[in-house]
């Protein structure tokens, strides 16, 4: 049954990636708010879907396919907290597309399960998750915004007369788009990793720094810091930025890609 | 009708050949007074504003060498400035001097600045007699057609200014004007105009510098800005979103290093410069820099031309105003053309009238005064019957093209030869009838 609601879900977020390609040319009223209806409706069935994953065994969100689909639905709840407070669709020309294909992936059916079987303690395995996701759906909100800021600072400054119809809010409000989404992301994401510490404690006795999961966790973290720093003390913006978000989400997918060769959170054989 | 333009505008030149052409206000007179210098030129007068460079003129033969003057007067080569050159001569000059003081000819149609301009032009041209005769007239009508255009269309009305245009292009870089700051750079009127528009719109805060320090200090008192001495700009400038330039300096007065220093002072947040000078007051290597936003002159152009479509009905009903007004301006230098025939014309019967009572007053003795009276108003009765026709029959040539032909006939018919002096001051009256009484009155005195 949750595979099912995952694919009408998965229905109703392909309307948003219609509404993603279309926004790129054109501006229409209309379509945004068939889109933002659409996905509003993507995410009741969404959400049904996770429940009834978490209620038939919690721990089945550490399998991949639940995992991406959880990604997709926190960036969902992101974009959506985004057009309460700014009234724009724009950032779902990033999101949808990001949020139809991990949608598109986990509904397809089976994948690599995590090995969770030896953890104990699953109250903090469901915390490390849910915490580890929504800084991963930050990032994905403030790449996406750092892209938009790109293309909008490209319009402004070609000054041609159609940058007037653009369809992206205005410069500023991006930046804050993507700055707030990174500063929200960033104590997920550090709490996130000290519940997977505690996790790891508590199931294996010990931290390996070396094993490669955790060595690109760190890195990712200290990236992710970094990020913030730079553009919370020099405010950083544009080109630059969009260079470092970049960068954090190849840190980001390198620690995911983790899973497939590391000895203590490897997928199960 | 021997009235020659050249020029150069914002849709026939770059910003960089206009920026070469501008003359600085204080040396228009002087150039007015070389231009009726100039071989060939009886009157001349000269607009320059940051749009356009207009050379506007009263030739004796119809073709003076203004593009020979253009070349010698800023030095530059025939190549490089002709391409960008329009010329009208006599009926497309006078209907390009009513378009412009129409503002139908500028960047953005109907904005209303252009009229005082022009007539600050001619003021100045006046001021130094470069302007009298054909030019006052000329620029009386002007001035007069763009009145009936902005009271008889709805061109002026909705006006998209670059005022409003730079405060849309800040909200995009901005969202919320709402707590943005101000800098005006050069108390102009077009800044200051700019930044009315931007505090309707919620900035904050302005501040205000110029070289004249008071100037700076009436502006900023106008907005309950601050006044900052010039020799501060750098310093203070990056308090600062949105700076709007419209200095007089021949060079940029904001370059990359500024942009730089300001940027690292303001922790990389944006920058808007809006750059209605010319010659431009920011260097075009600014925008290379990432948060710097310049718009010079040309590029809000191009922000407007889309707004520009919205007007162009409104537009066309202007043109054709202008059109008819042209016809009844060539008209009425026609009319005046066969001015002075008129007057020889009735001279020269008014002197033959009082020979011939001379003559018989001799024969007849003492008139009583009656007899006096009844005698002068037969004569000049028979006089003005005899005249009616002809001077009517003047006045309407003069409408159409054989209207010397008809001057030629009438003058040697008559056997007249003297001229008598064309009226040179400012004839304020619309109709042929009327203009005809006034020379009549001033030529016999």
Request: proline residues 4%; charged residues 20%; hydrophobic residues 50%.
């Given at each position: ?7 009408f ?9 219609v ?10 009223d ?15 069935f969404?959400?049904?879907?996770l ?6 065994n919690?721990?089945?969100?550490a399998?991949?396919?639940?995992g991406e ?6 960036s969902?709840?992101f974009?959506?907290?985004?057009y309460a ?16 294909f991990l949608t598109?992936v ?6 690599p399960?995590?090995l ?11 915390a490390?998750i849910i ?5 991963y759906?930050?990032l ?6 750092s892209l938009l800021?790109l293309?909008q600072?490209?319009?402004l400054?070609?000054?041609k007369?159609?940058?007037m119809?653009s369809f ?14 990174l500063l929200l992301g ?10 997977g510490?505690?996790?790891a404690l508590?199931?294996y006795?010990?931290?390996d720094?070396?094993?490669?999961k ?8 200290v990236?992710?810091m970094v990020?913030?720093f730079t553009?919370?003390n020099s405010?950083w913006?544009?080109r630059?930025a ?6 954090t ?8 890609a ?7 959170h490897?997928?199960?054989? | 009708?021997?009235f020659?333009?050249?020029?150069v505008?914002?849709?026939s ?5 206009r920026e070469?052409l501008?003359i600085?206000e204080?040396?228009?007179?002087d150039v007015?007074?070389?231009?009726t210098a100039?071989?060939g030129i ?15 003129t009263?030739?004796?033969n119809?073709?003076?060498d203004?593009?020979g003057?253009?070349?010698?007067y800023?030095?530059?080569e025939?190549?490089e400035l002709?391409?960008?050159?329009y010329?009208f001569?006599?009926?497309d ?13 500028s960047m ?6 252009i ?5 600050e032009a001619?003021?100045t ?13 000329l620029?009386?009508r ?11 269309t ?6 998209v200014?670059i ?8 909200k ?8 943005k700051n ?6 102009g009127?077009?800044?200051?105009l ?9 900035c904050?805060?302005?501040?205000v ?6 100037r700076?200090i009436g502006?900023?008192?106008?907005f309950?800005?601050q006044?900052i ?11 600062a ?6 200095t007089?300096?021949?060079h940029a007065?904001?370059?990359r ?7 690292a ?8 410069f809006?750059?209605i ?9 600014m925008a290379?820099?990432d ?6 002159i040309?590029?809000?152009q191009q922000?407007?031309?889309s707004?520009?479509?919205?007007r162009?009905?409104e537009a066309?009903?202007a043109e ?8 009844r301006?060539?008209?009425?230098l026609?009319?005046?053309?066969v001015v002075?025939?008129?007057v020889s ?8 009238r009082?020979?011939e009572i001379?003559?018989?007053r001799g024969?007849m003795?003492q ?6 009276i009844?005698?002068e108003?037969?004569?000049r ?5 005899v ?9 309407t ?13 009438v003058r040697r ?7 008598p002096?064309?009226a040179?001051e400012?004839?304020?009256s619309e109709?042929?009838e009327k203009?005809?009484v006034?020379?009549?009155?001033g030529?016999r005195r």
């Open positions: 049954m949750p595979l099912l609601w995952l694919r879900a998965l229905a109703c977020y392909f309307v948003g990636l509404y993603a390609f279309v926004a790129l040319s054109r501006t229409s209309l379509f945004s708010r068939i889109a933002l209806h659409a996905a509003s409706l993507g995410m009741v969404h959400f049904v879907s429940v009834e994953v978490f209620l038939s919690h721990v089945a969100w399998s991949v396919h639940n689909s959880l990604l997709a639905f926190l969902m709840t974009f959506m907290v985004i407070l700014y009234q724009t669709t724009s950032p779902g020309v990033v999101v949808f597309p990001v949020v139809f598109f986990a509904a397809i059916g089976e994948q399960v995590l969770t079987q030896y953890v104990s303690d699953k109250g903090w395995l469901v490390h915490l580890i996701f929504t800084g759906a930050a994905v909100l403030s790449f996406g915004a800021y293309v600072e490209r319009r400054k070609s000054k007369p159609t940058s119809i992206l809010p205005a410069l500023d409000v991006i930046d804050q788009i993507g700055y707030r989404s960033f104590p997920f994401m550090t709490l996130g990793l000290i519940t510490s505690v996790v508590t199931t006795g010990r931290i720094f070396l094993d490669p955790i060595l690109l966790s760190l890195l990712m973290w990236v992710y990020m913030v553009r919370w405010g913006r544009g630059r969009a260079f470092l978000a970049t960068f989400v190849v840190a980001a997918l390198a620690a995911w983790a899973n497939y060769f590391s000895a203590m490897r997928f199960a054989s | 009708m021997r020659q333009l050249i020029g505008n914002h849709k030149a770059p910003l960089e050949i070469r501008a600085p204080k040396r228009l007179p007015c007074r070389d231009l100039f071989p009886e009157e001349g007068m000269v607009i320059s504003t940051c749009n356009r460079v207009e050379v506007i009263h030739t004796v119809g073709a003076a203004l593009r003057f253009l070349h010698t800023f030095q530059v025939p190549d002709d391409p960008h050159l010329e001569r006599s009926k000059a006078v209907r390009h001097v009513f378009r412009v003081a129409s503002s139908l000819d953005v149609v109907g904005e209303a600045q009229l005082g301009q022009v007539k001619y003021a041209a006046r001021a130094v007699g470069a302007v009298r005769g054909q030019l006052d007239q620029f009386s002007a001035f007069a057609v763009a009145k009936r255009v902005r009271t008889e709805a061109v002026g009305s909705s006006s200014s005022a409003s245009v730079a405060v849309e292009l800040a995009k870089i901005f969202g919320t004007l709402q707590g101000v800098f005006i750079v050069g108390a009127k077009m800044s200051e700019a930044a009315r528009h931007l505090m309707a719109h919620g904050a805060s302005i501040f510098a110029n070289r004249t320090y008071e700076a502006l900023a008192q106008k309950n800005g006044a001495k010039f020799e501060d700009l750098y310093a203070t400038c990056d308090r979103d949105i700076v709007i330039t419209s007089g300096s021949p007065i904001f370059r290093e500024h942009g730089e220093q300001f940027l002072r303001r922790k990389n947040r944006p920058m808007f809006i750059d000078a010319v010659p431009r007051d920011v260097s075009p290597d290379k820099l948060g710097i936003f310049t718009y010079d040309d590029d809000l922000a407007v031309t707004h520009v479509a919205d162009s009905k066309e009903h054709a105003i202008i059109a008819s007004e042209v016809e301006f060539e008209a009425r026609h009319t005046l053309d002075p025939t008129i014309l009735q001279d020269h019967l008014e002197t033959i009082q020979a001379d003559r018989v024969r003795g008139l009583t005064p009656e007899q006096e009844a005698i108003a037969l004569t009765g028979i006089i003005n019957k005249m009616h026709t002809p001077i009517t029959t003047l006045k040539a003069a409408r159409e093209s054989e209207a010397t032909t008809v001057v030629d006939v018919l008559f056997n007249l030869q003297t001229k002096q064309v040179t400012p004839v304020a109709t042929g203009v005809a006034k020379v009549e009155v030529t």
